[in-house]
Nanobody, 112 residues
Framework: QFAETGGGLVQPGGSLRLSCVAS????????MAWDRQTPGSERELIAG???????KYADSVSGRFTISRDNVRNTAYLQMNNLKPWDPSVYYC????????WGQGTRVTVSA
């Protein structure tokens, strides 16, 4: 189970911090990832973090987004800075490789 929160409306150049509370598996042992999807498009993997805190980013977000995790709270985070007009989407978290169960996601809107 994944519960994503933290989305909202932000101006271009602004920041948001997304949170994902995970349950039902051993969070400490699994890599986690953030994906995003806009209607009519494929889901895009944008950031991943291993259980050893090794991170990787898609080119589209590298240098602007930061993934992190709190193994005590079973929570993954995505700090998004300098949001661009092409970043609006519904953002999802999952383990990596992903399970078949996805959360509801959290919507990010970027508008002046």
């Amino acid at each position: 189970q994944f519960a994503e929160t933290g989305g909202g409306l932000v101006q271009p150049g602004g920041s948001l911090r997304l949170s994902c509370v995970a349950s039902g598996f051993d969070f400490n042992m699994r890599s986690m990832a953030w994906d995003r999807q806009t209607p009519g498009s494929e889901r895009e993997l944008i950031a991943g973090i291993t259980n050893r805190d090794e991170v990787k980013y898609a080119d589209s977000v590298s240098g602007r987004f930061t993934i992190s995790r709190d193994n005590v709270r079973n929570t993954a985070y995505l700090q998004m800075n300098n949001l661009k007009p092409w970043d609006p989407s519904v953002y999802y978290c999952n383990m990596s490789p992903p399970s078949a169960s996805w959360g509801q996601g959290t919507r990010v809107t970027v508008s002046a």
